[in-house]
């Protein structure tokens, strides 16, 4: 949160507690993103990979 407060203040040109207030905003934006990115590709990974494999097809359909 340190870093991202010394790298927004001086771009907005804002006060110490709106700077604050921003940095808390942007770091916890910045955290769910990542995390939802995270399940999500975790989520496809497991659905990739948990397909059954065709040996031979028995119906038309396929498995």
């Not at 927004?8 to 905003?25: E, H, Q, Y």
């Not at 496809?44 to 119906?59: D, E, I, K």
């Amino acid at each position: 949160m340190l870093l991202q407060y010394f790298t927004i203040v001086p771009m907005r040109n804002i006060g110490r507690l709106k700077g604050v207030w921003a940095a808390v905003t942007a770091d916890t934006l910045s955290i769910v993103a990542s995390q939802a990115g995270l399940f999500l590709g975790t989520r496809v990974y497991q659905g990739a990979s948990s397909r059954p494999v065709c040996r031979r097809p028995v119906l038309p359909t396929g498995c």
